[in-house]
């Protein structure tokens, strides 16, 4: 069932793995919050997306480069990656769904660019028309590469979605340069940001012009040497401080760290460098361990957008950008697809459906850049803190999220030489390999997942499903990847019914996390839960869970956020702290008894379309 290359209309399509990814319109998603989300993301998140790349200076200063436009620059270094990213939401969508205006968009912005562009094929509007003496002088913190590696990726994007010859041949004339000086050009510079490495692989893929796979090898073997400027920031913000293979840990600024590391298993899935998964692998298992927040969220530090060190996990000055927990599905995936092994499509699924589904508001109007897990009610907020903002200064994540949402249908199910495994649960049809599979489900708010065979090749094949780490597996007996194994000569009207366990849990943090020393979180499910000050009789910061609470689901509808499952948890109302002397006292005893009381909470993912006010994923035991 399993067949690798080119054919996969999809943001991946290795030659070679475990597991052989489906294209974006291989998978239909019918329902449940992500078959919503799409549909927002469709009708609300792009059309604003698109009307911000004109407002933003995104366009015009394009227009600027080629020759057309007045005024001056807009924006930031990087400005053009949010045409690129926005370009590749398109690209999906009408992949997904095709529509007029999606095509036109692609075509007139590839015309655009193409005006823009220099005979020899440099394209970056910041460097052309405000710093022209300085291009691939400042890679430390330039972002040329970075920017080119987005626009390869719309590229690839728009050509598997069938149109794309245009974007395509922008493309390549500016991958050509990139080659002709980094690579044969003698010329050793490295882009600050890590980004390009991964484009230039699926680039490849794409047009199987081996010199972009050649450049991707090179820029990730000289990562760690010493080739990156210091740019103010150290050598550990770029991950220039160790090799790649010699590295044991995740640094520096995380959406870079993780966008590196896609690059990484991308080169393993094309050479079969087995030191590149080894490595990369080593990090995922120390990141995961010691540097991950519950919802899947990295980057603990504001300073740098950084890791921190381990186990530093504070939720209240916990960074989690939405781009990173973007870069890290983008990693669990290559992995996964390398490997066949369950634990990342777990992370993949904890990341997708808390860090990553925070980011967008219950309209799609409004996003997070920042993703805390505690907010409190003297937060000073600025343009990144506090409320999600219909768009930001530097708009990094928000076109990067439409991408991502437009092509969930390609992390949802694979195959291999065996048959079919579903990684994620969303009511809808998976098509592959002459298997039209049925899916029903109320998934993450019920466990129950029914899959009806509509057709099969009338031989046998495995039908493989992901017990999550989470789920008690009851009769079923996973195999060393976390996938339950069925395997049947497979017919029309077929059923099979997975039956996962959602009640709720409460999870306890690791003794070495100061910050959280002595509380506790919810989860049910694939779900991890917050508590909002709208929920609460009383003040959340004099709330405790009573240590052996009975935690109860019930489901509601809720202004602002649409259906829903809370949790309710018995606690007890400490008395206010006095206004006056020292937060401390010397003894348990010094500290005030508390009444009955009841905490309510709701999916961290839902919070913020209400009051805006005080917020908590972990909260104190009694």
């Avoid at 205006?101 to 007139?108: K, N, P, S, V, W």
């Avoid at 897990?373 to 990067?400: H, I, M, T, V």
């Amino acid at each position: 069932m399993s067949e690798f290359g080119d054919r996969v209309r999809g943001p991946l399509a290795p030659s070679a793995g475990a597991q052989r990814p489906l294209s974006v319109d291989d998978v239909d998603i019918e329902g449940g919050p992500l078959g919503r989300w799409q549909r927002i993301n469709r009708d609300a998140s792009i059309p604003l997306g698109l009307d911000r790349m004109e407002r933003s200076g995104a366009v015009p200063n394009l227009r600027l480069a080629a020759g057309e436009g007045s005024g001056s620059f807009r924006g930031y270094r990087f400005q053009d990656s949010d045409l690129y990213k926005q370009l590749e939401a398109v690209a999906w969508e009408h992949c997904r769904q095709p529509g007029d205006a999606y095509r036109a968009f692609i075509d007139e912005s590839a015309a655009l660019l193409s005006r823009a562009q220099r005979p020899d094929g440099y394209l970056n509007s910041h460097y052309q028309t405000v710093k022209p003496d300085k291009i691939f002088a400042e890679l430390e913190y330039s972002h040329e590469m970075y920017c080119a590696g987005h626009l390869f990726q719309a590229a690839v994007a728009a050509a598997r979605a069938g149109c794309g010859d245009a974007l395509l041949a922008v493309a390549r004339r500016f991958a050509d340069l990139l080659v002709n000086r980094f690579l044969t050009g003698g010329d050793d510079g490295i882009d600050g940001h890590a980004e390009v490495e991964t484009a230039l692989v699926e680039l490849y893929r794409l047009t199987q012009e081996r010199s972009y796979l050649e450049l991707a090898r090179k820029l990730v073997d000289n990562r760690g040497k010493g080739l990156i400027a210091d740019s103010g920031m150290g050598p550990l913000y770029a991950q220039d401080h160790l090799p790649v293979r010699e590295a044991d840990t995740a640094v520096g600024h995380a959406v870079r760290q993780l966008y590196l590391e896609a690059g990484i298993v991308d080169l393993y899935l094309e050479t079969g460098d087995e030191s590149l998964l080894e490595c990369s692998v080593g990090r995922w298992e120390d990141m995961v361990a010691t540097k991950t927040s519950i919802t899947g969220g990295h980057g603990s530090r504001h300073d740098g957008e950084a890791f921190g060190e381990r186990y530093e996990l504070p939720p209240d000055r916990s960074y989690n950008e939405s781009c990173a927990a973007i870069a890290s599905i983008h990693w669990n995936w290559r992995l996964l697809l390398a490997t066949g092994q369950g634990r990342y499509a777990d992370l993949i699924e904890r990341t997708l459906y808390n860090a990553f589904a925070a980011s967008t508001s219950a309209d799609g109007t409004r996003f997070f850049y920042v993703n805390p897990l505690q907010r409190r009610a003297d937060l000073f907020e600025d343009a990144y803190l506090g409320r999600r903002r219909e768009w930001f200064a530097c708009a990094c994540c928000p076109p990067n999220i439409m991408r991502l949402v437009s092509s969930l249908g390609h992390y949802v199910a694979t195959t291999d030489a065996e048959g079919l495994s579903v990684h994620q649960y969303v009511p809808g049809i998976i098509r592959a390999g002459g298997v039209t599979l049925a899916v029903e489900t109320d998934y993450p708010w019920d466990g129950r997942v029914r899959f009806t065979v509509r057709s099969a090749p009338g031989t046998e094949w495995t039908l493989k499903l992901r017990v999550p780490a989470w789920s008690a597996s009851g009769e079923l007996i996973p195999n060393a990847d976390g996938y339950a194994e069925i395997r049947r000569a497979w017919k029309p009207g077929d059923t099979y019914v997975l039956d996962l366990d959602m009640s709720p849990r409460l999870t306890l943090p690791h003794r070495r996390i100061d910050a959280l020393r002595g509380c506790a979180a919810i989860e049910r499910g694939p779900l991890v839960y917050c508590f909002e000050q709208a929920d609460q009789d009383a003040d959340i910061e004099d709330l405790a869970l009573t240590p052996g609470t009975r935690l109860r689901a019930v489901e509601r509808d809720l202004p602002g956020i649409g259906r829903t499952v809370q949790i309710e948890a018995d606690a007890v109302r400490l008395p206010a702290a006095p206004p006056h002397g020292l937060p401390y006292a010397t003894a348990p005893t010094d500290l005030p008894a508390g009444t009955p009381a009841t905490a309510t909470a709701v999916p961290y993912h839902q919070w913020d379309n209400r009051d805006g006010g005080v917020m908590r994923v972990w909260i104190p035991l009694a």
